[in-house]
């Protein structure tokens, strides 16, 4: 007998499981047994009774998020399996051990397996970042496994949870050390310096996803003027003032960001006069710019579509945002823009940057489509997973 309360499916509707699709939707589940509430773990099983997948239970549309396709004896040692193979992969794409980098996702979701769990590591720090009551409630099982997989490299766990977790599942949840205590929060990202603030900064402190877009944003702004939306704590503007960009605006609504970003020019030493930040709205910002001012544009907003309810009006921001970039950047300009908003597709985010280039009556060519690096993996069952959406367009 099984130590795990069962979900059963409806006949016909164990096949995405069988496919390893990581999501199992409350209208699939025939019946349940009666302790299974929020947060317990489960298993599924098929109208005849047969174990399909391991996972934990809440009461939403997505009413079971997969931990396991095969039965599962010991939960001490899944986490062990789970954050191993996690820091392998990063170990083999050459991010763990690297001389001008140590900052990097460890755990990336449902891309490693682990649906509902982010892992950030900060040059020692690894932020825990749990986006349910279950995933919560595996802290310290998660910070032995990492302890164990990471040796002398870990000196720090940071339970960041509070910010991701649903108002009534947080009650007790505060940020807190779960291991260690808090060291330098310098970091280095391809040779640039950055100051964290994994305590009170959005997400887990610092946007670690665009890394390899902002090391491709240096090869366009050397002698450039760039404008930087969305700036938050400057990543883009530092990468295009240490690649020679003449002059860099960043602008984003929070001032404390601004802030941070500011510092974080000064820590890679941009001489004076190169950057300049304003904490202001960014449509506002680009309402009373000049037209044809600017030769590099970065957009790169926060998520406009938080669920599927919100996604046409997320398309009309987008569509309105890439419109005014389109209207203020030079002749030959570059944009850079992004969409994190997993609600809105692919097609749907090249639609909307469609629909402002049309608006615009500019002469516009994509040269380059961008997602998230290697660090954030996507599992090829879970397409969904592919969050982060972008373009490289120039502008005539």
């Given at each position: 007998?099984?130590?795990?309360?069962?979900?059963?499916?409806?006949?016909?509707?164990?096949?995405?499981?069988?496919?390893?699709?990581?999501?199992?939707?409350?209208?699939?589940?025939?019946?349940?047994?009666?302790?299974?509430?929020?947060?317990?773990?489960?298993?599924?099983?098929?109208?005849?009774?047969?174990?399909?997948?391991?996972?934990?239970?809440?009461?939403?549309?997505?009413?079971?998020?997969?931990?396991?396709?095969?039965?599962?004896?010991?939960?001490?040692?899944l986490w062990l399996d789970k954050i191993q193979s996690a820091w392998t992969l990063r170990k083999n794409i050459g991010i763990t051990d690297n001389v001008a980098t140590n900052v990097y996702r460890l755990v990336n979701a449902e891309g490693d397996g682990v649906p509902g769990l982010v892992i950030d590591y900060y040059a020692g720090t690894c932020v825990f970042q749990a986006h349910s009551l279950f995933i919560h409630s595996q802290r310290q099982l998660i910070t032995e496994a990492l302890k164990k997989v990471l040796g002398k490299a870990l000196k720090a766990?940071?339970?960041?949870?509070?910010?991701?977790?649903?108002?009534?599942?947080?009650?007790?949840?505060?940020?807190?050390?779960?291991?260690?205590?808090?060291?330098?929060?310098?970091?280095?990202?391809?040779?640039?310096?950055?100051?964290?603030?994994w305590e009170g900064g959005q997400k887990t402190?610092?946007?670690?996803?665009?890394?390899?877009n902002r090391q491709l944003l240096s090869h366009y702004v050397k002698g450039k003027r760039v404008l930087n939306t969305f700036s938050y704590t400057g990543g883009f503007s530092v990468y295009a003032a240490k690649a020679g960009a003449t002059l860099v605006h960043s602008v984003d609504s929070s001032?404390?960001?601004v802030?941070?970003?500011?510092?974080?020019?000064a820590l890679n030493n941009i001489p004076d006069g190169v950057h300049q930040a304003a904490a202001e709205d960014v449509f506002e910002f680009m309402k009373r710019s000049p037209d044809h001012y600017y030769d590099v544009i970065v957009l790169d907003p926060p998520a406009f579509a938080k669920n599927q309810h919100s996604r046409h009006q997320a398309v009309q921001a987008y569509?309105?945002?890439?419109?005014?970039?389109?209207?203020?950047?030079?002749?030959?300009?570059?944009?850079?823009?992004?969409?994190?908003?997993?609600?809105?597709?692919?097609?749907?985010?090249?639609?909307?940057?469609?629909a402002g280039a049309i608006e615009s009556s500019r002469n516009i060519r994509i040269i380059d489509h961008l997602n998230q690096p290697?660090?954030?993996?996507?599992?090829?069952?879970?397409?969904?997973?592919?969050?982060?959406?972008?373009?490289?367009l120039s502008v005539e």
């Open positions: 007998m099984s130590k795990f309360p069962a979900v059963i499916l409806h006949p016909h509707k164990a096949e995405a499981v069988k496919r390893f699709h990581p999501w199992i939707f409350s209208g699939a589940i025939q019946r349940k047994d009666n302790n299974v509430t929020d947060g317990a773990l489960v298993e599924v099983l098929d109208g005849r009774g047969q174990f399909l997948a391991l996972g934990y239970y809440s009461s939403g549309s997505i009413a079971v998020r997969v931990l396991s396709f095969t039965p599962v004896d010991s939960m001490e040692q766990v940071y339970d960041k949870s509070e910010a991701v977790l649903e108002r009534k599942q947080k009650a007790d949840v505060t940020g807190s050390y779960l291991y260690g205590e808090k060291t330098s929060n310098e970091v280095l990202e391809y040779g640039h310096k950055f100051l964290v603030d402190g610092f946007f670690i996803d665009q890394r390899e001032v404390k960001a802030e941070l970003a500011v510092q974080n020019i569509k309105r945002l890439n419109k005014a970039a389109f209207d203020k950047i030079k002749p030959g300009g570059i944009v850079f823009t992004f969409s994190c908003s997993q609600a809105v597709g692919p097609e749907l985010f090249d639609g909307a940057v469609a290697a660090d954030h993996p996507q599992s090829i069952f879970h397409p969904e997973g592919l969050y982060l959406k972008g373009l490289v």
